[in-house]
């Protein structure tokens, strides 16, 4: 049988299919050949941290290597390879997790996890680059259409460390910021379809499966003080969020694709984020929940979904010391305190004309509410809003919210088109209209967890990296429920325009 002669057509980009491979070998070959003097020389901790970042290249080596041989488009290659490096930057995170002394900090030292992590980020980065060069068109969109507002805020966030207090920590996590944004819009733009986005989300509910369930197995590891304060040893302003995702995320995934085994990891997401107790979390992951449910339709018929959720809550709360912690708990008409910390970071703010419109400096928060060694008040504001006027200032905030209405803008414009689309039966339509809602549920979750959390508009850390996918995803739906509805049109004659010009085609 013949073979299609476009199938062995020259791949576009800047770094051909072959090179990059050629590239990656000699990257690896270079690190094989110290292998022995490193093994020798590093300590436990770097060891660990070597081997993890082994496996990342060994499987991105695979994935470059497997593309080439079935001769698969060049899209497919760099797509499934950004799509790795999104996982293990989410995963790193709970891999090297440690506990950082903002008295330390300021002082320049920092702890060796942080280092770690760090050179993960540079392997990372030297990997994306080679992809980049086989699609170098994402580029294009950085500085358009909605993108360029999320830009002009990140490259805002960027130049504030030049004059933050902790400048080499601020630019650390400045560096994966920026890292994270430039992957996010390279996936965007290889996103062709709505199983591109469907993949996008079943990667990052695999990494956030993984990244509530350490904590649990860590925390369990020492029975006696799994419990320790009659919550989960576990951050819980951190721990169920991210299980509350997990929770969402597999919840639109079955739904979109009706596969049983989404049923099991969002269980695992609800105990988690039960077992964690952080009370805004949970919050947050219910109306999250609840807003699916009732923009899907059928909303009677899901109450039972939202009872056994309730159920499971119950249980864990009457077997568990957590009983006991609702029993004492105190904090309600402070929100735990947050009322005080909101109080100095607004007085910080107002403090001059200067750090009222440019801010301290990218998280300059980290700094500045610490009284000394062993006398730390609070390391952010538990407001992501607060956090960015203080970093940022005035012009900070402003761009946040510019940036918060523009995915509200474009989730809404693709419910609208979506709806219509689903009315008439189309099937695609009704798939992209689900997908959108769980957008929408994604980033209510995100923004109630803000009001209450750090969790954008800081350090990027998993759930800011969430909510930099949620801006990217309702861009991406934007464009591909127009095209659908374009190529639907009754009067439409011409065929729909690409969603990105500049994307290789699939091939077969």
């Known amino acids: 049988m013949f073979q299609d002669p476009a199938v062995r057509r020259p791949a576009q980009g800047i770094l051909p299919g072959m090179g990059a491979v050629v590239l990656f070998g000699a990257m690896s070959g270079l690190a094989l050949m110290f292998l022995p003097w490193l093994l020798s020389s590093i300590s436990e901790g770097t060891a660990e941290a070597f081997f993890i970042g082994a496996l990342f290249v060994v499987l991105f080596g ?167 304060d009659g919550r989960l040893n576990a951050d819980p302003d951190w721990l169920s969020p991210v299980a509350a995702a997990v929770m969402l995320t597999a919840l639109i995934l079955f739904y979109v694709e009706k596969k049983r085994h989404y049923v099991p990891l969002g269980l695992v997401g609800v105990m988690v984020m039960f077992l964690a107790f952080g009370k805004t979390g949970i919050a947050a992951g219910m109306v999250g929940v609840l807003l699916f449910l009732a923009l899907r339709g059928q909303f009677v018929r899901s109450l039972g979904l939202v009872a056994g959720i309730a159920v499971v809550g119950v249980l864990i709360i009457s077997f568990t010391p957590i009983a006991g912690y609702l029993h004492s708990y105190a904090g309600a008409d402070t929100f735990t305190g947050r009322t005080s910390i909101w109080a100095a970071g607004i007085q910080s703010i107002r403090e001059s004309p200067y750090s009222l419109i440019w801010g301290h400096g990218y998280l300059a928060t980290y700094f500045a509410f610490t009284r000394g060694a062993a006398q730390i008040e609070f390391m952010h504001l538990h407001n992501a809003f607060l956090e960015v006027a203080y970093n940022d200032g005035l012009l900070g905030l402003g761009l946040l919210l510019l940036v918060n209405g523009v995915i509200i803008k474009n989730i809404f414009g693709t419910l609208r088109m979506a709806a219509t689309l689903r009315a008439n039966g189309h099937q695609q339509g009704a798939r992209a209209y689900l997908l959108t809602v769980g957008v929408l549920a994604l980033y209510v979750n995100s923004f109630l967890g803000g009001l209450f959390s750090a969790n954008f508009g800081g350090r990027p850390r998993n759930f800011y990296m969430l909510f930099l996918a949620i801006f990217m995803l309702s861009a991406v739906m934007q464009q591909l429920v127009s095209n659908l509805s374009k190529r639907n049109a009754p009067d439409q004659h011409q065929p729909p325009r690409r969603l990105y010009p500049f994307a290789v085609p699939e091939t077969k």
């Not at 001769?71 to 790193?92: C, G, K």
């Not at 699609?135 to 966030?157: D, T």
């Not at 062709?192 to 986005?197: A, T």
């Not at 990667?203 to 649990?216: H, M």
Request: net charge neutral; with cysteine; hydrophobic share 55%.
């Open 62 to 228: 695979v994935v470059l290597g497997a593309s080439h041989a079935r001769l698969t488009s060049v899209r497919t290659t760099v797509y499934r390879s950004a799509l790795l490096i999104w996982w293990f930057l989410l995963v790193w995170e709970v891999v090297f997790e440690r506990l950082n002394d903002p008295y330390s900090m300021t002082q320049g030292t920092f702890a060796a996890a942080a280092y770690e992590e760090s050179a993960m980020w540079v392997l990372a980065f030297c990997a994306f680059l080679i992809i980049s060069l086989r699609q170098p068109g994402y580029l294009n969109q950085v500085f358009s259409g909605s993108y360029k507002w999320l830009s002009v805020f990140i490259l805002f966030s960027l130049l504030s460390v030049a004059y933050a207090p902790g400048k080499s920590y601020s630019a650390a996590w400045g560096f994966k910021l920026l890292l994270t944004v430039l992957l996010l819009q390279l996936c965007a733009s290889l996103m062709q379809n709505l199983n591109d986005v469907v993949a996008f989300l079943k990667v990052t509910l695999w990494a956030f499966l993984v990244l509530s369930i350490v904590p649990v197995i860590e925390a369990f590891s020492d029975p006696a003080h799994a419990f320790e």
